[in-house]
């Protein structure tokens, strides 16, 4: 009989063993998967972080160019433009640029960047 106890204990550390490893796996997924999305989020957020900075250098450039300077970019995203502020916005991101222009909206596609002699405009 002491045969029969014992290996029914045995089954029984055994599923609780098996039990706690495959817990142990589901919580390792779960924080992985957690880990994915934030990844997602961050890259995106570096993105339009240099979405920002490259279209913020060109109307730079552009303005240091001085008058009749042209620039054409392809835009990915769209752009929000604050003259007073100097400010480039794009989703959640920002930066800044050195230039006299306009506030504007931008929309992703082809626009040119031309400096006229007093501001820069963008279209």
């Not at 993105?47 to 240091?64: G, P, R």
């Amino acid at each position: 009989m002491k045969f029969l106890n014992s290996r029914g204990q045995i089954s029984a550390e055994m599923i609780v063993s098996v039990a706690a490893v495959l817990i142990l796996f589901v919580i390792v997924l779960g924080n992985n998967a957690l880990m994915e999305d934030s990844t997602k989020i961050i890259s995106a957020s570096i993105d339009d972080k240099k979405s920002c900075i490259e279209f913020a250098y060109i109307i730079t450039q552009v303005y240091a160019g001085g008058k009749g300077s042209l620039m054409q970019i392809d835009l990915v995203k769209n752009f929000t433009v604050d003259a007073d502020q100097k400010t480039l916005f794009v989703n959640n991101e920002s930066c800044f640029f050195l230039a006299v222009t306009d506030d504007k909206t931008l929309s992703a596609g082809a626009v040119s960047v031309y400096n006229n002699g007093s501001k820069v405009v963008v279209n």
